[in-house]
């Protein structure tokens, strides 16, 4: 039996399909095993958001081979499909799979021998344009279910639409038995994901009119799961009712996760987002309207082209006033092929490193804050596999990590904590009450 392992490098969509292609490979009869371990196969999924991307491809390639030289490699994803020659050079690699044929290994390779030249197959991206499912398994708490693929926006700064083509969709009657598999399999929670999930229904088969809010509201009303999450979701595809109906659901955790980018408007235009800071402070208020315990999420960029002390500043400042829980901070990375990298104002990497800097500061204070909001409260947690032995982490509905003392009996179970304080980690104490049934949760 061969053996095959992987290495999945960025979002949650990319996790999602290593697993469709780990079962295409399960199927064909391979044995999985640790990427630290010596395998016949490697297979990388790699990333294309920032150059440390990048560079991290070339690192695990090299793990790869260290484990064993006379492994296959094989790279497919965001990275395979910009940069497939740049790959190909990279020494031990044998196979570089662009968007349209990373799902196809096993119909293109017959022995996984290692040749001369490493062969490369990478369709132009407009070519790409049928969707293809997937869902993460491994993990019993949890699995990323991929609803939408590909996004139709041109970002200035993002290399997206050129990695993964045009938007599209997979249909409702695929992701309600997709997720009736994963809840018969003892998953306790799915997040739905994608490139741009909001934009659900760009490429579904004529006459076909459904929206992201279809989505939420069949598999909440259909499939019997513990948890659903929604994951990145842009502010302006965030519409009014999807939230109320969030507020309303039985199964819809109160969270949510919305790219910002800028909380400057001129930045904003810049980048070509296509909201303004307005919009932004609108949806944030009608969450916390309709549930004022809700998580909320931001991503943001720091050292955008043009990016001021000033424009900085006016993004700190907004933050800092927003009712928010935490971000996500991202150091803008020059990416070729991109109208940014063309921009004047270039700001330097070390000024760059500085505001990253003070925004994760920012956020480290405002998760705190979030979470001190909570304590005495008593809380749902679902608790996960992972342990370091000593203590079990798991999150509530609202996504507040919290930590207790390792019982192995709590893995992947829904259990009432209390909640006490928040400790030097950043993580909420809690003490276990009660196990809360099978039966959703609200």
Same mark, same amino acid.
């Given at each position: 039996? !061969?053996?095959?392992?992987?290495?999945?490098?960025?979002?949650?969509?990319?996790?999602?399909?290593?697993?469709?292609?780990?079962?295409?490979?399960?199927?064909?009869? +391979?044995?999985?095993?640790? +990427?630290?371990?010596?395998?016949?196969?490697?297979?990388?999924?790699?990333?294309?958001?920032?150059?440390?991307?990048?560079?991290?491809?070339?690192?695990?390639?090299?793990?790869?081979?260290?484990?064993?030289?006379?492994?296959?490699?094989?790279?497919?994803?965001? /990275?395979?499909?910009?940069?497939?020659?740049?790959?190909?050079?990279?020494?031990?690699?044998?196979?570089?799979?662009?968007?349209?044929?990373?799902?196809?290994?096993?119909?293109?390779?017959?022995?996984?021998?290692?040749?001369?030249?490493?062969?490369?197959?990478?369709?132009?991206?407009?070519?790409?344009?049928?969707? @293809?499912?997937?869902?993460?398994?491994?993990?019993?708490?949890?699995?990323?279910?991929?609803?939408?693929?590909?996004?139709?926006?041109?970002?200035?700064?993002?290399?997206?639409?050129?990695?993964?083509?045009?938007?599209?969709?997979?249909?409702?009657?695929?992701?309600?038995? $997709?997720?009736?598999?994963?809840?018969?399999?003892?998953?306790?929670?799915?997040?739905?994901? *994608? @490139?741009?999930?909001?934009?659900?229904?760009?490429?579904?088969?004529? *006459?076909?009119?459904?929206?992201?809010?279809?989505?939420?509201?069949?598999?909440?009303?259909?499939?019997?799961?513990?948890?659903?999450?929604?994951?990145?979701?842009?502010?302006?595809?965030?519409?009014?009712?999807?939230?109320?109906?969030?507020?309303?659901?039985? !199964?819809?955790?109160?969270?949510?996760?919305?790219?910002? !980018?800028?909380?400057?408007?001129?930045?904003?235009?810049?980048?070509?987002?296509?909201?303004?800071?307005?919009? /932004?402070?609108?949806?944030?208020?009608?969450?916390?309207?309709?549930?004022?315990?809700?998580?909320?999420?931001?991503?943001?960029?720091?050292?955008?082209?043009?990016?001021?002390?000033?424009?900085?500043?006016?993004?700190?400042?907004?933050?800092?006033?927003?009712?928010?829980?935490?971000?996500?901070?991202?150091?803008?990375?020059?990416?070729?092929?991109?109208?940014?990298?063309?921009?004047?104002?270039?700001?330097?990497?070390?000024?760059?490193?500085?505001?990253?800097?003070?925004?994760?500061?920012?956020?480290?204070?405002?998760?705190?804050?979030?979470?001190?909001? +909570?304590?005495?409260?008593?809380?749902?947690?679902?608790?996960?596999?992972?342990?370091?032995?000593?203590?079990?982490?798991?999150?509530?509905? $609202?996504?507040?990590?919290?930590?207790?003392?390792?019982?192995?009996?709590?893995?992947?179970?829904?259990?009432?904590?209390?909640?006490?304080? @928040?400790?030097? !980690?950043?993580?909420?104490?809690?003490?276990?009450?009660?196990?809360?049934?099978?039966?959703?949760?609200?």
């Amino acid at each position: 039996m !061969q053996t095959v392992a992987f290495y999945t490098l960025g979002c949650k969509l990319n996790f999602s399909e290593t697993s469709a292609i780990g079962r295409q490979f399960l199927e064909a009869g +391979f044995s999985k095993t640790e +990427f630290s371990a010596p395998a016949d196969v490697y297979v990388v999924n790699t990333c294309s958001v920032t150059e440390n991307a990048n560079k991290k491809c070339r690192r695990v390639i090299k793990q790869a081979l260290k484990a064993n030289p006379e492994g296959y490699v094989i790279v497919v994803g965001c /990275y395979a499909q910009l940069k497939p020659q740049e790959i190909a050079d990279i020494p031990g690699v044998d196979m570089v799979l662009g968007a349209g044929d990373k799902f196809r290994i096993l119909d293109l390779v017959e022995d996984f021998t290692k040749e001369a030249n490493p062969c490369v197959r990478n369709s132009q991206i407009d070519e790409v344009n049928s969707f @293809v499912d997937a869902f993460s398994a491994g993990d019993r708490t949890r699995s990323f279910l991929k609803v939408q693929d590909g996004c139709d926006y041109s970002c200035t700064f993002c290399t997206i639409p050129l990695a993964r083509g045009k938007s599209r969709s997979d249909r409702l009657e695929n992701i309600l038995t $997709n997720a009736q598999r994963l809840a018969q399999q003892g998953i306790k929670e799915i997040v739905l994901t *994608g @490139v741009n999930i909001g934009d659900y229904g760009k490429g579904l088969p004529e *006459g076909d009119q459904r929206k992201f809010l279809d989505v939420i509201q069949a598999l909440d009303s259909e499939v019997e799961m513990p948890r659903f999450r929604i994951s990145s979701i842009e502010p302006n595809l965030l519409k009014d009712e999807a939230i109320s109906f969030v507020a309303g659901a039985r !199964q819809f955790m109160p969270h949510f996760h919305m790219p910002l !980018q800028s909380g400057n408007n001129e930045l904003l235009g810049k980048m070509r987002r296509r909201y303004r800071r307005e919009l /932004y402070v609108d949806r944030v208020a009608h969450i916390k309207a309709v549930m004022p315990h809700a998580c909320i999420g931001v991503d943001v960029i720091v050292g955008f082209p043009g990016e001021t002390e000033e424009h900085f500043l006016d993004t700190y400042r907004f933050l800092q006033e927003l009712d928010i829980s935490y971000l996500h901070v991202f150091t803008y990375s020059e990416r070729e092929n991109t109208l940014a990298i063309e921009m004047d104002g270039v700001v330097p990497v070390k000024e760059r490193h500085r505001r990253s800097n003070m925004l994760r500061i920012l956020s480290e204070k405002k998760r705190r804050a979030f979470y001190e909001q +909570f304590i005495g409260e008593t809380r749902v947690v679902l608790f996960e596999e992972k342990s370091d032995g000593q203590q079990l982490n798991g999150f509530t509905d $609202n996504y507040i990590k919290v930590e207790v003392p390792y019982q192995p009996a709590l893995v992947n179970q829904l259990i009432e904590v209390e909640l006490l304080a @928040v400790n030097a !980690q950043g993580l909420m104490e809690g003490r276990v009450k009660t196990l809360v049934s099978e039966t959703p949760v609200s």
